[in-house]
């Protein structure tokens, strides 16, 4: 479900399976003309960030990659250069949970070369998931 957050006056994302109750409010209903494909347009998942995505660049190694040429992780995927060994493929996404879970889940396979910050993000998350592994 999404909806206006009152407190910060922002369209926020809600899952239905975490509303416990639904009660009457005095606060007016707003009609408002929703585009679900303008809104969504700069990530993946339900998660919508506003503001202008990153550009951001992964490397695949070329038998994954193969599968990304075929479907797409974003319409904003491009291809910026390829070889025998690997594709450079760039987005203009927002970094959301769904887009670094799509990146994790290939593994070895890739990695991100920019935003820096994205890049240090998922090398965190990887020790972080290393460090569990060790105790």
Do not use: C
């Not at 007016?28 to 990530?43: G, L, Q, V």
């Not at 660049?57 to 990659?65: G, I, R, T, Y």
């Not at 970094?95 to 090398?123: D, Q």
């Amino acid at each position: 479900m999404i909806g206006l957050n009152e407190q910060v006056q922002e369209l926020r994302t809600y899952g239905f399976d975490r509303i416990l109750m639904v009660e009457p409010t005095e606060i007016p209903y707003r009609d408002k003309n929703f585009d679900a494909t303008e809104y969504f347009k700069n990530s993946i998942g339900v998660i919508s960030p506003t503001g202008e995505p990153p550009e951001i660049v992964l490397v695949v190694k070329k038998p994954q990659a193969s599968y990304l040429l075929t479907k797409p992780m974003h319409e904003s995927q491009m291809v910026i250069r390829e070889n025998e060994e690997e594709v450079v493929f760039q987005f203009r996404v927002h970094p959301t949970w769904e887009f670094i879970s799509a990146v994790l889940a290939l593994g070895n396979e890739a990695k991100i070369i920019r935003p820096e910050s994205l890049k240090e993000e998922i090398t965190e998350k990887l020790q972080r998931t290393l460090r569990q592994y060790e105790r």
